[in-house]
């Protein structure tokens, strides 16, 4: 049985296809159009799923869209009328879009399926389960557990912004949801538009910032005081209640009002070239503490309702690594699964596999070992054609390799050399996180490492701190972990043993200087507070990345790399050949590295400078 999932017109559109059951293909369709979060119909994305999984649409059993948009608009019409007059400016500029298109949903998902390919309308099935049991089903079915509880958490869906689900087998029943307008999400992108990031965006920023602030002040303390009592008010089971007296996304255009906030909190809206402060730093650490108090609570009540061990997380708030892993290191659960394109790019996937098991009622089997998702390296992979194509098209000169181990040994000089490498190998990551298919790749141990990558490499902010890829085997040698993390979606400290004496006055430094001061013996990836969000690599899912993080570890006594996605700010993560050289070539990146061919810097042609990264693409 053929299922096709898509989501789309929102942020993050995405296809993915399975096949009884396995899933065959899935990717963004940012990679393939370079526009970050792109929200259109999945047009490349889908014929990319289709070509691989070597299919034709005739021969789907189903297309399934990730979300029920009428639902979604009875929502949307009885807000405005709840608030009315108010909103009646936003309610004038939506209606237009909704009216066009979303209301229009069938013939507009025909439409744009036609430009992927001829179909006949009449064998073409469309379903469209409800947004959270799409995010359901994306986070239990490719997990390794015959039944476990389901935690969903985002913005908004139709009228849910969190659920309580049990899976067991094939089925997923929902306990318990949470409802428009109060959202753990919406509250968490409210304070990312306040403190000058971009909504749907900027959250992973918030996230970082905050282990800047500093934990137990008096202003830490008086932020969480504030919040918990002007805006939101936390229940005993994790649901919470947003005062809408202070915020405007319901009805308007913003986020949030304005001076309300700056009276609350004592500072304007920061906005996003101004330079952060202490207090924007200690607001980011009050928010962080605040959803990891209402996330622990969320998961205890599903504990209670459910009574077991084993848990399932998606939606963009599963995205919250550190949330993720206070809740792992509490022992609430024995095990934690989390859907690496927890966000809406993932409910395409979860979409497929709804159709398959629910409507289709088709057996599951999982093996209660791995996962499902192949490492999560779903995307489109480039043959060697494809990447000597691309070396004559800008005359680039370049080794390549017979024998990879060797091809590894080199690289892993090269980066023990303090040189930073562009890694290509194999198919495209699916999910926000590059995981050794489309990285950037440097040396932990580096004290100039994380500025360099920050500053010149990255062109990003320079407090956000950088992922370690660690062997799977020897994690609890470096960090605060005993299990496996493939997806980069647990956050744990480095142990002790590795760490290195702050000075006295550490909190009494200005911020840029405490970010420059060497935390442990891996300095480039060791976060402000000590932590670090961890990638375990495994030979299973990724053999040639696992083999070059083995060659660094004979060659240095360290089995740990710094792994950030291979783009630069504003980007989305590279797809091809071609994407990958342009980033290289824009950067002061040393060494590419794409399949078995090696480009150095110095031996490549001079880029033209009007070839502007800045230009091409808008900063986030």
């Known amino acids: 049985m053929k299922i096709l999932g898509i989501s789309a017109f929102y942020h993050d559109s995405a296809a993915a296809v399975i096949d009884g059951g396995e899933i065959i293909a899935a990717a963004q369709e940012e990679r393939f159009t370079r526009k970050k979060h792109d929200p259109g119909f999945p047009t490349n994305a889908v014929r990319y799923c289709l070509e691989y999984a070597g299919l034709t649409i005739d021969e789907l059993d189903a297309i399934v869209f990730y979300d029920k948009p009428l639902l979604k ?40 399926l036609g430009k992927v390919m001829e179909f006949k309308k009449s064998k073409v099935k469309l379903l469209f389960p409800e947004h959270h049991l799409s995010h359901a089903a994306s986070a239990f079915y490719p997990s390794p557990f015959e039944k476990a509880a389901i935690l969903t958490l985002d913005g908004v869906g139709e009228w849910a912004t969190a659920s309580i689900c049990i899976g067991e087998g094939k089925d997923i029943k929902i306990l318990k949801e949470l409802r428009f307008p109060h959202s753990l999400g919406l509250l968490y992108s409210a304070f990312t538009y306040y403190l000058g990031f971009r909504v749907n965006s900027g959250e992973y920023k918030l996230m970082g910032l905050a282990p800047y ?4 002040s008096e202003e830490v ?30 009805t308007g255009l913003r986020m949030v009002k304005d001076a309300a906030w700056e009276k609350l909190f ?13 207090h924007h730093c200690n607001l980011a650490l009050a928010i962080q503490e605040v959803t990891e108090e209402v996330v622990m609570l969320m998961a205890a009540e599903a504990k209670r309702l459910t009574g077991l061990d084993n848990l399932c997380m998606a939606g963009g708030v599963a995205l919250n690594c550190v949330a993720n892993g ?74 390549k390799f017979d024998n990879f181990d060797q091809l590894a040994e080199q690289v892993a000089g090269i980066i023990d050399q303090g040189h930073v490498v562009g890694w290509m190998q194999g198919r495209m990551e699916f999910g926000p996180r590059a995981l050794g298919a489309r990285s950037i790749l440097g040396d932990a141990r580096n004290t100039e490492m994380q500025k360099k990558l920050n500053l010149k490499i990255k062109y990003r902010e320079s407090f956000r701190p950088f992922a370690p890829s660690v062997l799977a ?6 960090f605060e972990l005993d299990g496996p993390s493939p997806y980069m979606l647990l956050v744990a400290d480095v142990n002790d043993k590795h760490k290195a004496t702050l000075p006295d006055n550490y909190y009494e430094l200005p911020l840029m200087e405490r970010l420059y001061i060497q935390r442990s013996d891996l300095p480039a990836i060791t976060h402000v507070d000590f932590s670090a969000r961890i990638q375990t690599v495994h030979r299973e899912t990724n053999p040639r990345y696992h083999t070059l993080l083995e060659k660094f570890k ?3 006594g360290v089995g740990v790399l710094v792994n950030t996605s291979f783009n630069v ?24 590295v794409i399949g078995d061919y090696l480009f150095e810097k110095r031996e490549q042609p001079d880029w033209d400078k009007k070839d502007n990264w800045q230009e091409e693409f808008v900063l986030d």
């Not at 608030?83 to 744009?112: C, D, H, N, Q, T």
């Not at 509490?330 to 989390?338: A, H, N, P, V």
Request: aromatic share 14%.
């Open 266 to 278: 004592g500072f304007p809206k920061r906005s996003p070239d101004e330079r952060l402060e202490q």
């Open 473 to 478: 085997e020897e994690v609890s040698e470096y």
């Open 73 to 112: 608009f009875e929502r949307l019409l009885e807000t405005y009328y709840g608030f009315a007059p108010k909103g009646l400016r936003s309610f004038i500029m939506s209606m237009p879009v909704w009216l066009k298109e979303k209301m229009f949903l069938k013939r507009m998902i025909y439409e744009e």
């Open 221 to 250: 303390a008086r932020f969480v005081d504030t919040i918990k009592k002007e805006l939101v008010d936390i229940k005993p089971d994790g649901s919470i209640w947003l005062n809408q007296d202070y915020f405007n996304y319901a």
């Open 554 to 556: 004979a060659l240095t």
């Open 569 to 592: 700010r504003g980007e989305p993560i590279v797809c091809t050949p071609d994407d990958a050289y342009r980033c290289f070539m824009r950067t002061e990146m040393d060494y590419l």
């Open 326 to 399: 206070k809740l792992l290191r509490s022992g609430l659960f024995k095990e934690i699964f989390i859907q690496p394109a927890a966000g809406d790019a993932g409910g395409a996937l979860g979409a497929a596999q709804a159709a398959y098991h629910l409507y289709f009622d088709q057996e599951r089997k999982p093996d209660g070992k791995a996962d499902a998702m192949k490492g999560s390296y779903l995307g489109p992979e480039y043959s060697f054609i494809d990447v000597e194509v691309m070396a004559r098209k800008y005359k680039a000169p370049f080794i």
């Open 213 to 216: 602030g500093i934990p137990g």
